[in-house]
């Protein structure tokens, strides 16, 4: 199996641009989470879907974020406009038991 | 809310010493699991225990979740350069099961110095 497939894997964007994370999860897996990880605040969960219906969005810190699963092998997760306090390492993970699988990561950089 | 308070935040140690982190939730869970993340790498799930006072072992990893389920630590007997990276708890967030919503501890970063 691939694992969970993250893209960009790096990405350096200007203040006010739109910024797009993909994520592509193991195949079956029926839940979907999206975590940012930053040294001030750690691993935060932003929005976690269960068979492609976002179940707790209550991390998503503002209304510049949002993220959709339109199907059960792919999930977005969009910042618009960006803003230097968005640089972080966006994570994308899947399950369907007990282990959580997470992508490599998303290195954002907001200029 | 829940939540997960891991200590300590840093830990130098010489190659063969051991090394202990302790993780404190401020409810009762239901499970504890452990994550290991490498320098630049994401986190990975290390193992999982649900019992009261359950005990686990890996190798040199010896894992324990305490008799009220507040509690748990990962002790690692002589370590290695191998070991080096920061070590997660995390335990379902509130009205969470196992397969929902986990809230990580703030880590505990290892360096071993050969």
């Known amino acids: 199996d691939a694992g969970v497939i993250q893209s960009p894997r790096h990405e350096v964007t200007e203040m006010g641009q739109e910024v797009t994370l993909r994520c592509k999860p193991i195949?079956?897996?029926?839940?979907l989470f999206w975590y940012r990880q930053t040294m001030m605040r750690g691993l935060e969960l932003l929005i976690y879907?269960?068979?492609?219906?976002?179940?707790?969005d209550s991390g998503m810190p503002e209304d510049r974020f949002s993220a959709k699963m339109p199907n059960a092998s792919f999930s977005t997760l969009k910042i618009q406009p960006s803003e230097p306090r968005d640089s972080a390492v966006y994570f994308c993970?899947?399950?369907?038991?007990?282990?959580?699988?997470f992508g490599e990561g998303s290195w954002l950089t907001v200029v | 809310g829940q939540q997960v308070m891991q200590i300590p935040q840093y830990q130098h140690v010489q190659e063969g010493e051991d090394f202990t982190t302790y993780c404190n939730s401020s409810?009762?869970?239901?499970?504890i699991q452990w994550y290991k993340q490498r320098p630049g790498g994401h986190p990975v799930f290390l193992i999982q225990?649900?019992?009261?006072?359950e005990v686990k072992k890996q190798k040199r990893l010896t894992f324990q979740f305490g008799e009220a389920k507040k509690n748990s630590s990962l002790h690692i007997t002589a370590t290695q350069t191998t070991d080096v990276g920061t070590y997660f708890c995390?335990?379902?967030?509130?009205?969470?099961?196992?397969?929902?919503?986990?809230?990580f501890g703030q880590g505990t970063i290892l360096t071993v110095h050969p």
């Open positions: 995390a335990g379902p967030g509130a009205g969470g099961t196992s397969y929902g919503k986990l809230t």
């Open positions: 993970a899947s399950n369907s038991g007990n282990t959580i699988y």
């Open positions: 409810t009762t869970l239901s499970n």
């Open positions: 879907f269960n068979n492609n219906v976002p179940i707790d």
């Open positions: 195949s079956g897996h029926d839940y």
């Open positions: 225990l649900v019992k009261s006072g």
